[in-house]
Protein backbone atom coordinates (compact mmCIF):
# COMPACT_ATOMS: atom_id res chain seq x y z
CA UNK A 1 0.00 0.00 0.00
CA UNK A 2 1.35 3.56 0.13
CA UNK A 3 3.42 4.56 2.70
CA UNK A 4 4.37 8.21 3.18
CA UNK A 5 7.15 9.25 4.88
CA UNK A 6 7.75 12.52 7.09
CA UNK A 7 10.81 14.39 8.51
CA UNK A 8 12.07 15.58 10.71
CA UNK A 9 10.35 14.58 13.49
CA UNK A 10 10.77 17.46 15.17
CA UNK A 11 11.73 21.17 14.48
CA UNK A 12 13.09 23.66 16.53
CA UNK A 13 13.58 27.44 14.77
CA UNK A 14 13.73 30.82 16.01
CA UNK A 15 10.53 33.48 15.17
CA UNK A 16 11.07 35.18 11.68
CA UNK A 17 13.31 31.88 10.24
CA UNK A 18 12.03 29.62 8.10
CA UNK A 19 11.05 26.01 8.26
CA UNK A 20 10.59 23.08 5.75
CA UNK A 21 9.00 20.29 6.13
CA UNK A 22 9.74 16.82 3.79
CA UNK A 23 7.62 14.12 2.95
CA UNK A 24 7.92 11.23 0.74
CA UNK A 25 5.12 8.50 -1.23
CA UNK A 26 5.75 5.60 -2.60
CA UNK A 27 2.86 5.55 -5.39
CA UNK A 28 3.29 7.54 -8.03
CA UNK A 29 -0.48 7.91 -9.27
CA UNK A 30 -1.08 9.84 -6.29
CA UNK A 31 -2.17 13.15 -7.31
CA UNK A 32 -3.48 15.27 -4.30
CA UNK A 33 -1.45 16.44 -1.72
CA UNK A 34 -2.67 18.27 1.52
CA UNK A 35 -0.90 18.78 4.97
CA UNK A 36 -2.70 19.60 8.19
CA UNK A 37 -2.00 21.59 11.47
CA UNK A 38 -2.64 20.02 14.27
CA UNK A 39 -2.27 22.36 17.25
CA UNK A 40 -2.82 20.31 20.97
CA UNK A 41 -5.82 18.80 21.59
CA UNK A 42 -7.59 20.44 18.64
CA UNK A 43 -8.58 19.31 15.48
CA UNK A 44 -6.32 19.10 12.57
CA UNK A 45 -6.97 20.88 10.04
CA UNK A 46 -6.40 21.55 6.16
CA UNK A 47 -3.50 24.78 5.67
CA UNK A 48 -3.19 24.06 2.03
CA UNK A 49 -2.71 21.37 -0.64
CA UNK A 50 -1.49 20.75 -3.83
CA UNK A 51 -2.58 18.97 -6.98
CA UNK A 52 -0.40 16.31 -9.04
CA UNK A 53 -0.54 19.06 -12.17
CA UNK A 54 1.20 22.35 -10.41
CA UNK A 55 4.53 21.79 -8.49
CA UNK A 56 4.13 24.83 -6.73
CA UNK A 57 1.37 26.40 -4.62
CA UNK A 58 1.56 29.46 -1.99
CA UNK A 59 -0.59 31.06 0.58
CA UNK A 60 1.20 33.64 2.41
CA UNK A 61 3.35 32.65 4.58
CA UNK A 62 3.08 28.89 3.63
CA UNK A 63 4.08 26.95 0.29
CA UNK A 64 4.34 23.65 -0.70
CA UNK A 65 6.19 22.83 -3.76
CA UNK A 66 5.56 18.90 -5.16
CA UNK A 67 8.51 16.96 -7.37
CA UNK A 68 6.54 14.18 -9.15
CA UNK A 69 9.96 12.44 -10.37
CA UNK A 70 11.35 12.43 -6.83
CA UNK A 71 8.19 11.34 -5.22
CA UNK A 72 8.22 13.98 -2.60
CA UNK A 73 6.16 17.44 -1.16
CA UNK A 74 7.78 19.98 1.13
CA UNK A 75 5.68 22.32 3.27
CA UNK A 76 7.56 25.78 3.51
CA UNK A 77 6.44 28.16 6.28
CA UNK A 78 8.39 31.74 5.72
CA UNK A 79 8.68 34.25 8.93
CA UNK A 80 7.56 32.02 11.59
CA UNK A 81 5.68 33.08 14.63
CA UNK A 82 5.20 31.51 17.47
CA UNK A 83 1.40 31.01 16.77
CA UNK A 84 2.67 28.47 13.92
CA UNK A 85 4.31 26.53 16.60
CA UNK A 86 2.19 23.00 15.83
CA UNK A 87 2.19 19.47 14.39
CA UNK A 88 2.00 19.34 10.93
CA UNK A 89 1.27 16.26 9.06
CA UNK A 90 1.37 15.24 5.41
CA UNK A 91 -0.72 13.02 3.30
CA UNK A 92 -2.35 12.11 0.34
CA UNK A 93 -4.50 9.21 -1.49
CA UNK A 94 -3.08 5.82 -3.01
CA UNK A 95 -4.60 4.27 -6.52
CA UNK A 96 -4.62 0.98 -4.52
CA UNK A 97 -6.76 1.32 -2.49
CA UNK A 98 -9.36 3.78 -5.03
CA UNK A 99 -7.96 7.03 -3.63
CA UNK A 100 -10.92 6.93 -0.72
CA UNK A 101 -8.28 6.70 1.93
CA UNK A 102 -5.77 9.84 3.15
CA UNK A 103 -3.05 8.02 4.11
CA UNK A 104 -0.81 10.41 6.89
CA UNK A 105 2.46 10.91 7.66
CA UNK A 106 3.75 10.24 10.96
CA UNK A 107 3.66 14.16 11.85
CA UNK A 108 6.53 16.87 12.53
CA UNK A 109 6.28 19.01 15.89
CA UNK A 110 7.31 22.07 14.85
CA UNK A 111 8.52 24.64 17.98
CA UNK A 112 8.83 28.16 17.34
CA UNK A 113 10.45 30.02 19.79
CA UNK A 114 10.11 33.94 20.06
CA UNK B 1 -21.92 25.41 4.08
CA UNK B 2 -21.07 22.15 5.40
CA UNK B 3 -20.29 21.37 9.14
CA UNK B 4 -19.43 18.36 10.70
CA UNK B 5 -20.21 17.63 14.80
CA UNK B 6 -18.89 15.16 16.96
CA UNK B 7 -20.01 14.74 20.51
CA UNK B 8 -19.06 14.29 23.51
CA UNK B 9 -16.10 16.01 23.21
CA UNK B 10 -14.60 14.19 26.38
CA UNK B 11 -15.28 10.85 27.91
CA UNK B 12 -14.09 9.11 31.29
CA UNK B 13 -15.22 5.43 31.40
CA UNK B 14 -14.25 2.35 32.77
CA UNK B 15 -12.91 -0.74 31.80
CA UNK B 16 -15.54 -3.05 30.64
CA UNK B 17 -17.85 -0.11 30.00
CA UNK B 18 -19.87 0.42 26.50
CA UNK B 19 -18.85 3.19 24.04
CA UNK B 20 -20.81 5.18 21.48
CA UNK B 21 -19.64 8.26 19.93
CA UNK B 22 -21.86 10.09 17.19
CA UNK B 23 -20.48 12.03 14.35
CA UNK B 24 -23.15 13.86 12.27
CA UNK B 25 -22.66 16.05 8.84
CA UNK B 26 -24.62 18.76 7.86
CA UNK B 27 -25.18 20.93 3.95
CA UNK B 28 -24.02 17.36 1.71
CA UNK B 29 -25.37 14.64 0.61
CA UNK B 30 -23.70 10.79 0.52
CA UNK B 31 -20.20 12.47 2.16
CA UNK B 32 -17.25 9.72 2.46
CA UNK B 33 -17.12 9.43 6.74
CA UNK B 34 -14.16 8.30 8.48
CA UNK B 35 -12.90 7.75 12.16
CA UNK B 36 -9.41 7.95 12.81
CA UNK B 37 -7.46 7.22 16.56
CA UNK B 38 -4.56 9.58 17.65
CA UNK B 39 -2.83 8.19 20.44
CA UNK B 40 -1.14 10.86 22.84
CA UNK B 41 1.97 12.48 21.32
CA UNK B 42 1.37 10.06 17.73
CA UNK B 43 -0.29 10.01 14.26
CA UNK B 44 -3.50 9.51 13.04
CA UNK B 45 -4.74 5.73 12.80
CA UNK B 46 -7.69 5.28 10.32
CA UNK B 47 -10.18 2.93 11.78
CA UNK B 48 -13.07 2.93 9.87
CA UNK B 49 -14.17 4.53 6.99
CA UNK B 50 -17.89 4.45 4.51
CA UNK B 51 -18.86 5.18 1.38
CA UNK B 52 -22.07 4.63 2.15
CA UNK B 53 -25.42 3.76 4.59
CA UNK B 54 -24.62 0.46 5.60
CA UNK B 55 -20.78 0.29 3.74
CA UNK B 56 -18.11 -0.05 6.84
CA UNK B 57 -14.80 -0.44 5.49
CA UNK B 58 -12.40 -1.57 8.68
CA UNK B 59 -8.62 -0.87 8.59
CA UNK B 60 -7.21 -2.84 11.94
CA UNK B 61 -8.93 -5.07 13.77
CA UNK B 62 -9.61 -4.05 17.46
CA UNK B 63 -12.09 -3.89 19.94
CA UNK B 64 -14.11 -1.44 18.21
CA UNK B 65 -17.06 -0.97 15.46
CA UNK B 66 -18.75 1.35 13.24
CA UNK B 67 -21.93 1.86 12.05
CA UNK B 68 -23.94 4.01 9.84
CA UNK B 69 -27.62 4.19 10.09
CA UNK B 70 -28.02 7.35 8.12
CA UNK B 71 -26.73 8.82 5.47
CA UNK B 72 -25.10 11.75 7.49
CA UNK B 73 -24.55 9.62 10.45
CA UNK B 74 -21.35 7.83 11.89
CA UNK B 75 -21.63 6.51 15.18
CA UNK B 76 -18.09 4.14 16.61
CA UNK B 77 -18.98 1.44 19.31
CA UNK B 78 -17.67 -0.99 21.78
CA UNK B 79 -19.37 -3.60 23.59
CA UNK B 80 -16.08 -3.80 26.61
CA UNK B 81 -13.73 -0.64 26.32
CA UNK B 82 -10.07 -1.56 27.30
CA UNK B 83 -7.34 0.44 28.54
CA UNK B 84 -5.92 0.47 24.73
CA UNK B 85 -8.93 2.36 23.46
CA UNK B 86 -8.06 5.43 25.29
CA UNK B 87 -7.04 8.16 22.60
CA UNK B 88 -8.21 11.22 20.58
CA UNK B 89 -11.51 10.05 18.63
CA UNK B 90 -11.82 11.83 15.42
CA UNK B 91 -14.72 11.93 12.80
CA UNK B 92 -13.96 13.04 9.07
CA UNK B 93 -15.49 13.85 6.18
CA UNK B 94 -15.38 14.25 2.77
CA UNK B 95 -17.36 14.90 -0.33
CA UNK B 96 -17.77 11.65 -2.43
CA UNK B 97 -16.16 13.10 -5.28
CA UNK B 98 -13.89 15.44 -3.46
CA UNK B 99 -10.63 15.56 -2.22
CA UNK B 100 -10.06 17.61 0.71
CA UNK B 101 -10.83 15.61 4.31
CA UNK B 102 -12.48 17.93 6.90
CA UNK B 103 -12.56 16.83 10.64
CA UNK B 104 -14.95 17.02 13.12
CA UNK B 105 -13.79 18.81 16.78
CA UNK B 106 -12.62 15.38 18.41
CA UNK B 107 -13.72 13.46 21.36
CA UNK B 108 -10.69 12.51 24.53
CA UNK B 109 -11.09 9.15 25.54
CA UNK B 110 -9.66 7.95 28.54
CA UNK B 111 -10.23 4.57 29.81
CA UNK B 112 -9.69 3.52 33.66
Known amino acids: GENVEQHPSTLSVQEGDSAVIKCTYS??????FPWYKQELGKRPQLIIDIRSNVGEKKDQRIAVTLNKTAKHFSLHITETQPEDSAVYFCATYSENTGFQKLVFGTGTRLLVSP | SQTIHQWPATLVQPVGSPLSLECTVE??????LYWYRQAAGRGLQLLFYSVGIGQISSEVPQNLSASRPQDRQFILSSKKLLLSDSGFYLC???????????FGSGTQLSVL
Open chain 2, 92 to 102: AWRGASGEKLF
Open chain 1, 27 to 32: DSASNY
Open chain 2, 27 to 32: GTSNPN
